[in-house]
């Protein structure tokens, strides 16, 4: 049980354009899902907090227009990299958290590499 | 500030050897969490343990051990009689009141044959 995925898995897109990574709780509902970056050899750093149904909440000097997030449904989270360019190219890693469960609990994704060219 | 230091960058042994990877966290909080995770290649992160504040005790999990020492703030991973497979990235972490996870820099761990 407690399975997040993330879509897709790796991408490469030119620089100027839009990518949206997916991440979804595949058998239970998440209230929260958190956004993680890791750049190589580095560490990883929560990037946003979203809330289904609501507003997410952005880490400071992380630009929540560059960084689009949507948490429609209880099983969905989506994180939109506007405008991409190269410095954007990390590991992008998302984590839920399951109604009910303690908020130390979080589940993470497999992770999303981003390559921008 | 809370902080987590992982201050070994990276560390090399040959299999079969002991390793301890050391954990450092700074907090005036009284209730915490303590956790470590295993990155290998793949980027995928493995859960591996959580601790409260308040349980001390010192675990094993097969090769694997933790000793929690409240007294000097840190949560230190030992690998007993190392595999290759245990070749990877290892976080230690720490969750917050404030309900974030703060992750430690990170050790690399090569375990060569």
């Known amino acids: 049980g407690a399975v997040v995925s993330q879509h897709p898995s790796w991408v490469i897109c030119k620089s100027g354009t839009s990518v949206k990574i997916e991440c979804r709780s595949l058998d239970f509902q998440a209230t929260t899902m958190f956004w993680y970056r890791q750049f190589p050899k580095q560490s990883l750093m929560l990037m946003a907090t979203?809330?289904?149904?609501?507003?997410?909440?952005?880490e400071q000097g992380v630009e929540k227009d560059k960084f689009l997030i949507n948490h429609a449904s209880l099983t969905l989270s989506t994180l939109t990299v506007t405008s991409a360019h190269p410095e954007d190219s990390s590991f992008y890693i998302c984590?839920?958290?399951?109604?009910?469960?303690?908020?130390?609990?979080?589940?993470f994704g497999p992770g999303t590499r981003l390559t921008v060219t | 500030a809370q902080k987590v230091t992982q201050a070994q960058t990276e560390i090399s042994v040959v299999e079969k050897e002991d390793v301890t990877l050391d954990c450092v966290y700074e907090t005036r909080d009284t209730t915490y969490y303590l956790f470590w995770y295993k990155q290998p290649p793949s980027g995928e992160l493995v859960f591996l343990i959580r601790r409260n504040s308040f349980d001390e005790q010192n675990e094993i999990s097969g090769r694997y051990s933790w000793n929690f020492q409240k007294s000097t703030s840190s949560f230190n991973f030992t690998i007993t009689a190392s595999q290759v497979v245990d070749s990877a990235v290892y976080f230690c972490?720490?969750?917050?009141?404030?309900?974030?996870?703060?992750f430690g820099q990170g050790t690399e761990l090569s375990v060569k044959p």
């Open positions: 979203s809330n289904e149904g609501s507003k997410a909440t952005y």
């Open positions: 984590s839920a958290r399951e109604i009910g469960q303690a908020t130390y609990e979080q589940y």
């Open positions: 972490a720490f969750f917050n009141q404030g309900g974030k996870l703060i």
